[in-house]
């Protein structure tokens, strides 16, 4: 088989011998005057669709070196433009976590104004037994910041809780929605005794049980659910909700009732802790 040595000619070294030879025309044609007219004539034929080949060759190659310096610096702006659209979302962020914690703050100012009488101190809530409830959970204060066992622990508008367990730097709350709680308590405005207890199934429909109401007591709903004073673990006056649903006992003695409680017990991420121990009425 041959060898065909024509592959082996770069077309960059065709165009370079073509050029040399219409330079050298021209120059022949330059220096030739009239005598070289008719070559002259031959050889514009030959060279002007060269000449025009190679300018459009130049203009379509600077066209294509000014897209690409277009692209680059279209590539650049973009660039430059997502580094800032990431700055901004971390600035939106930011605001919002800023306005999150601002309405927080707000919420537990209005709530420490519901309770002047009482030392309080605010935390935040960092952690949660398992369950879609805050029926146990965990605050970033303890001891050192003068918390307690039985401290009365605050959210919302109300009551939340009951410090269990306190160690140096977190305390462990359980809500009063929890299956072990029980709160003594009084109905407003007929001052009715009765009891609050923890049902977490019971929970599920939004509702607290308030039990040993007396059958005789003028209890009706919207009525406002309070801490009692003869409550040995709970400072009195502390808000619970209010009466949505009144019915009475099979024993014809007593009613019971559901309240709707005053705390999202679903989200609770700032409280109020109660600084005061609990005075007994034999202090």
């Known amino acids: 088989m041959k060898y065909d040595r024509r592959k082996d000619i770069s077309p960059k070294y065709l165009l370079l011998a073509m050029t040399v030879i219409c330079i050298g025309l021209i120059l022949m044609s330059y220096f030739a005057g009239d005598k070289a007219a008719g070559v002259k004539r031959y050889t514009m034929k030959f060279v002007t669709p060269i000449q025009k080949g190679i ?4 203009l379509w190659t600077d066209s294509k070196v000014k897209n690409l310096e277009t692209i680059n610096e279209l590539q650049k702006e973009n660039e430059r433009l997502e580094k800032e659209l990431q700055e901004a979302k971390l600035k939106i962020n930011s605001y919002q976590n800023q306005l999150t914690e601002l309405a927080s703050l707000q919420q537990l100012y209005q709530l420490d104004t519901l309770y002047p009488d009482y030392n309080k101190t ?3 809530v960092f952690a949660k037994d398992a369950g879609s409830w805050f029926s146990v959970f965990y605050i970033d204060k303890g001891t050192k910041d003068g918390i307690f066992e039985g401290a009365n622990v605050l ?6 809780g009951i410090v269990t367990e306190c160690y ?3 305390a462990k709350v359980r809500a009063i929605i929890d299956d072990t709680s029980y709160v003594s308590c009084r109905i407003l405005p007929s001052n009715a005794l009765c009891t609050v207890e923890g049902n977490l199934s019971q929970f599920e429909d939004g509702y607290l049980l308030v039990k040993n109401i007396d059958i005789d ?3 009706t709903v919207g009525d406002r659910v309070v801490t009692s004073t003869i409550s040995d673990r709970y400072h009195p006056g502390l808000d619970l909700g209010f009466i949505s649903d009144i019915r009475n006992d ?10 709707t409680p005053s705390v999202d017990f679903t989200n609770v991420t700032e409280v109020l802790i109660i600084l005061n121990p609990k005075k007994h009425i034999n202090d």
């Open 155 to 160: 959210c919302g508008e109300g009551l939340t």
């Open 55 to 58: 300018n459009q060759f130049g």
């Open 168 to 170: 140096d730097d977190y």
């Open 250 to 259: 099979s024993n014809n003695l007593t009613m019971t009732a559901y309240i």
């Open 122 to 124: 605010a935390a935040h």
């Open 217 to 219: 007591a003028s209890v």
